[in-house]
């Protein structure tokens, strides 16, 4: 049996701040779902069922809030799944939600995911101290502070690559209108004279804390061919996943982000990602981690990755632009950020991404990771629908 | 009844001793057993799985990311595909379930757990509620079930010997069920919220669950009788309580339409009925006459594990049906206050 082609015809999410005051939990996730369905040309009885998902609910102290948000987002009398899985759960649930799709369960499905930071504070959340377990010291940060130093001692990666991914970020988020940081007056001195909040990441290399929500909506063929624009086809999509902490475990570059590339690219049918693949939004919430997976996803050999950063190879206008859209260390409300990244890579397919749009993408992939840097998720879309 | 290309049965279930407090154990411990249980009674080993799919909570546990823990259980190296739901096993089971249905798997480790005892799970589950309007006024489950038994008293629907009945018909049954919390009858008790008694509310307690999925001449190699899923799907009502009629549940009869329960008649049902009440209201919205045997296993009167306790709703009619005790069951999960979110599964033997 051959799957459903998938294909993202809307997408919708808000402007991302520090804090919406504004509006509530349900008026910030239907402000997105409203935008992907006015994208689409669709309306919420077009839609069969909701996936949504969100990092811990400890970030706004609701347990389980889907069940609160099933009105606000037009689920009532449909299913209506949650997905968490950490950081990478942005991305692990769009590709939930391209299940159904592609299982030919439902043919239209919205979904999204967010996070509403102001309600509480994100480091110290996941810095809750349990017995008998390691303890995360100081949120994200402190835990992946030492995978980078340990990156740079492998790789022998001056220094200075990690602002350099910054300022690119950071100038390339001018260009989203969606992006949380405007930085209007960014220079490289700047993030370079930035204070160092975990050696060797600096306060400008490091993700700011966001409310925001991003969310789509995927059909199938026959609904492609109803949309009003054009589609972003799902060629290839994957999860893999490792334990945390284990004798023998890549922290640098986790075998479980080379497997989950691996099978999304076979899937794809990409045997040179480098050449092939003409946008990557990547999950990168601290500089350095750009390199490091430019590395765990093949785009670069072993010990390589900073080199194209350090060349202007993933700038915007590089020859493989990386995170156009300003990516994480613009923009991080940690539960949707992942799907941000899949949203961004649609976007660049569906030659939609306005000023920081790359010029004639055909191909482009998304990636989240999360955990400790255990769970990966990803998938590649195209402005073609796939060969089936 | 939407015809689904791939055959999918549940092939193995194992489930923990459910227990008032697992103190001298973690998640971690508590899952590992029922998760070496399937893999050796199908003879898989992590490594062959395609696909791994789990349900809990962070709330209960107390931490962010508390799958990431369990998932050691799991012995995820080489890396796995693995996947996590914030509800009840019931829905990472239809997680595994549209994996295998795409054809990217063969098989899925499905798998649950829940420690309601290190907090006040009463309290625990107002933070479930509307943080604007509910929340803050902190009613709790039993006062929200006591409000639905209420209605249904109200309409006429039943009274407290007809839910005396029910506490003491599940609780008799889970005599023979070993893993039960509550095993015999146990006292009615007086009112925790009126018109509930302390007889008609599930016992607070940790436990985990895991189920083994496979499709077609996988699932026959691996299992006798196999338990096939011939329908699965689930809805969600409003939120709201003003806005639902408590003595119904509509998303329970929907999701059951779009499962096929009503093509054919089940001789038993898994009822996820936390409360007495509530399998009064799930009776009449899924058509189960007096000829359906309800609860075999005692249900969640007699062992409630949090996350865990749909999930083996699914998992005991599976086994029913792999002792040859049953054709065709419907099991059933539930989710939020009030039979909010619902999950109807239907299982078939082979014809014999």
């Known amino acids: 049996m051959s799957k459903e082609p998938v294909a993202v015809v809307g997408i919708g999410q808000t402007k991302h701040v520090a804090a919406r005051h504004d509006v509530s939990i349900a008026g910030l996730v239907r402000e997105a779902a409203r935008r992907a369905l006015d994208d689409a040309g669709l309306d919420w009885p077009d839609v069969d069922a909701v996936v949504i998902g969100k990092a811990p609910d400890f970030f706004e102290g609701v347990m389980m809030p889907e069940l609160y948000l099933a009105d606000a987002l037009g689920a009532v009398g449909k299913p209506m799944l949650r997905v968490h899985t950490a950081g990478s759960v942005g991305g692990s649930t769009a590709l939930v939600a391209a299940n159904l799709v592609a299982a030919r369960v439902h043919r239209t499905v919205l979904t999204l995911a967010f996070e509403k930071q102001s309600e509480s504070n994100a480091m110290w959340g996941l810095s809750l101290p349990v017995p008998f377990q390691q303890p995360l010291l100081a949120g994200a940060g402190g835990f992946f502070a030492p995978h980078v130093r340990a990156y740079m001692r492998r790789t022998g990666a001056p220094d200075t690559v990690g602002s350099l991914v910054a300022y690119k970020d950071r100038r390339n988020a001018l260009k989203n209108p969606y992006a949380h940081l405007h930085e209007h007056g960014i220079t490289l001195a700047k993030v370079q004279a930035s204070p160092m909040l975990w050696d060797p990441i600096r306060y400008s290399e490091t993700c700011p804390s966001s409310d925001g929500a991003c969310a789509m909506v995927l059909t199938d063929r026959a609904g492609a061919a109803r949309a009003p624009r054009p589609a972003a086809w799902l060629h290839g999509g994957a999860m893999r996943s490792e334990p945390t902490l284990f004798a023998g475990k890549d922290f640098v570059s986790p075998q479980a982000g080379k497997d989950c590339a691996a099978d999304v690219y076979r899937q794809a049918g990409i045997t040179d990602p480098r050449r092939e693949i003409d946008a990557v939004e990547m999950y990168v919430p601290f500089s350095w981690y750009e390199p490091m997976w430019l590395e765990n996803l093949g785009f670069a050999a072993e010990g390589e990755g900073w080199k194209l950063t350090e060349a202007g190879v993933t700038e915007l206008d590089g020859d493989l632009p990386v995170n156009p859209s300003g990516g994480v260390l613009s923009t991080n409300p940690i539960g949707a950020s992942g799907m941000i990244r899949f949203a961004e890579a649609a976007l660049q397919v569906r030659g939609a991404a306005g000023e920081h749009q790359v010029p004639g993408a055909r191909r482009a992939l998304g990636h989240a990771y999360g955990g400790g840097a255990q769970f990966f998720a990803m998938w590649l879309v195209g402005s073609e629908p796939p060969q089936t | 009844m939407p015809n689904h290309a791939r055959e999918v049965a549940v092939v193995a279930f194992a489930q923990s001793d459910h227990r008032r407090h697992t103190d001298d154990l973690s998640e971690v411990e508590m899952v590992m057993p029922v998760l070496h249980e399937v893999l050796d009674r199908t003879g898989l080993t992590t490594g062959e799985i395609g696909f791994t799919c789990s349900g809990s909570s962070d709330y209960l546990a107390g931490r962010a990311f508390s799958f990431t823990m369990t998932l050691d259980g799991v ?228 062992a409630n594990p949090m996350m865990a306790a749909g999930l083996i709703r699914i998992g005991e009619a599976a086994a029913r049906i792999h002792r040859g005790e049953s054709r065709r069951a419907l099991a059933h999960a539930t989710s939020g206050p009030c039979l909010q979110q619902n999950l109807v599964a239907v299982l078939e033997g082979d014809k014999a």
């Open chain 2, 75 to 302: 012995g995820a190296w080489p890396p796995i595909s693995e996947s996590h739901v914030e509800m009840d096993g019931a829905w990472a089971l239809y997680e595994a379930w549209v994996k295998i249905q795409t054809g990217e798997a063969d098989t899925a480790l499905v798998y649950a757990y829940g420690k309601s005892s290190p907090g006040s799970v009463r309290d625990v589950l107002t933070r479930q509620l509307d943080p604007y309007y509910l929340a803050p006024l902190w009613p709790d489950a039993v006062a929200l079930a006591a409000l639905q038994a209420q209605a249904l008293i109200d309409a006429g629907d039943t009274d407290e010997a007809a839910l005396a009945a029910i506490a003491a018909r599940s609780r008799t049954d889970a005599a023979a069920n070993p893993h039960a919390q509550l095993r015999g009858p146990v006292p009615q008790g007086g009112h925790e919220v009126a018109p509930l008694r302390t007889g008609d509310c599930p016992p607070i307690g940790d436990g985990a669950a895991a189920v083994i999925l496979a499709a077609g001449d996988t699932a026959r190699r691996l299992c006798d009788r196999p338990a096939w899923i011939t329908g699965i799907d689930h809805r969600i009502e409003a939120h709201g309580l003003g806005l639902r009629d408590l003595t119904d549940a509509p998303s329970a009869r929907l999701a059951a339409e779009h499962a096929g329960a009503f093509e054919a008649p089940v001789d038993t049902a898994e009822l996820h009925a936390p409360f007495t009440s509530q399998e009064v209201v799930l009776r009449k919205a899924l058509r189960l006459d007096g000829t359906v045997r309800i609860n075999p296993s005692g249900g969640p009167l007699a």
